[in-house]
């Protein structure tokens, strides 16, 4: 996947975030969004799902429950390729110019230090990661 220069999934207008990995494809120059389907865009500012913190029990990573952490599994870390801690991941919302398109990227993370290790936000956005909710966004354009 890392491969992927062309990234076109327009009419999906049901996607409202991407995975925090579509940063590792390097070679991605092109990208065809429906930008007003995002969670944060720029035009109509939605609100963002809230995210919850990691528990202080063990879980199945293989089998989470989306409604609660947007992923039905959760194998390594968005940003070190490390392993998920069996508690679950450190999540947080980032919005990312990813080829031509500023994304909401939903990252995974095993650490908060992985978190604190994540670039800032695009300009017009909220300039760092949150845990979505009632997070103050910049006026819409």
């Avoid at 035009?43 to 293989?62: C, I, N, Q, V, W």
């Avoid at 919005?95 to 978190?115: F, G, I, K, Y």
């Amino acid at each position: 996947m890392t491969d992927l220069e062309d990234f076109s999934p327009y009419t999906s207008r049901r996607l409202h975030w991407f995975p925090y990995e579509i940063t590792r494809c390097t070679r991605l120059v092109n990208s065809t969004v429906s930008t007003r389907s995002i969670y944060g865009n720029y035009k109509y500012r939605p609100s963002f799902p809230p995210l919850r913190a990691p528990g202080d029990t063990d879980l199945s990573l293989e089998s989470l429950a989306p409604s609660r952490w947007g992923i039905s599994a959760a194998r390594t870390c968005s940003v070190c390729t490390g392993p998920i801690p069996t508690t679950g991941p450190h999540q947080a919302w980032l919005s990312r110019l990813v080829a031509t398109d500023v994304l909401l990227l939903l990252v995974n993370a095993c650490s908060q230090e992985c978190l604190d290790a994540l670039p800032p936000g695009a300009t017009g956005y909220i300039p760092t990661h949150h845990r979505g909710g009632k997070v103050a966004q910049p006026s819409s354009r």
